[in-house]
């Protein structure tokens, strides 16, 4: 059990750095615009990178549908990979430095800005569902510890009653008990 506490702690210990990612992609994303501005290319760098065949959505709609779609099937997975590979991408901007822009910069800020900030509230939900999927895998290794630890000590007690039985020369379970009085009545006396 002792394995099992110590796995899950470890695993506690990672969802700040988690949790760092998330707010960085919400706060470089909530500064996506057209122009070209260290968090701009920061986020469109950050799009290519966790959205497969982006330049193939033909506009914001394309990618909300993907993210819907990828966050209600395994979000724990994708988001992870999107946290280890494209993370650092809208981590630790250098706002004051200057920008460069990539060859899809144009295009893709002109098919993927929006008033309404849709696509920052599906990366929300995605990394909610995310961080809620990892506290139940994390707990997992936990709770299967637990399980085998109570199974252990039930056969335990159960060993040391046959033991118990033996010694006093009484049958294995105790003997014969004695039914229970009926509801509302006292017990008769022997």
Do not use: H
């Not at 950050?46 to 959205?51: E, H, K, L, N, P």
């Not at 497969?52 to 819907?68: F, M, S």
């Amino acid at each position: 059990m002792q394995a099992g506490i110590e796995s899950y702690a470890e695993k506690v210990k990672g969802r700040g750095a988690v949790k760092d990612v998330d707010q960085s992609i919400q706060e470089i994303g909530g500064a996506f615009s057209a122009e070209v501005t260290p968090e701009s290319v920061a986020f469109e760098k950050f799009m290519v990178c966790a959205i497969p065949e982006l330049d193939k959505k033909k506009d914001i709609q394309g990618v909300l549908e993907y993210l819907a779609d990828i966050c209600k099937k395994d979000p724990v997975k994708f988001m992870t990979g999107v946290r280890e590979k494209c993370g650092a991408l809208v981590q630790n901007v250098n706002k004051e430095g200057k920008p460069e822009p990539s060859k899809t910069f144009k295009a893709n800020t002109k098919k993927f800005i929006e008033e309404d900030q849709r696509q920052l509230q599906a990366w929300e939900y995605c990394a909610k569902r995310s961080r809620k999927g990892k506290k139940v895998l994390d707990l997992e290794e936990f709770l299967t510890a637990s399980g085998d630890y109570i199974d252990s000590r039930a056969e335990v007690v159960k060993a040391a009653r046959e033991t118990a039985s033996k010694l006093a020369g009484e049958p294995i379970g105790g003997g014969e008990k004695k039914p229970a009085a009926p509801v509302g009545k006292a017990p008769a006396a022997n």
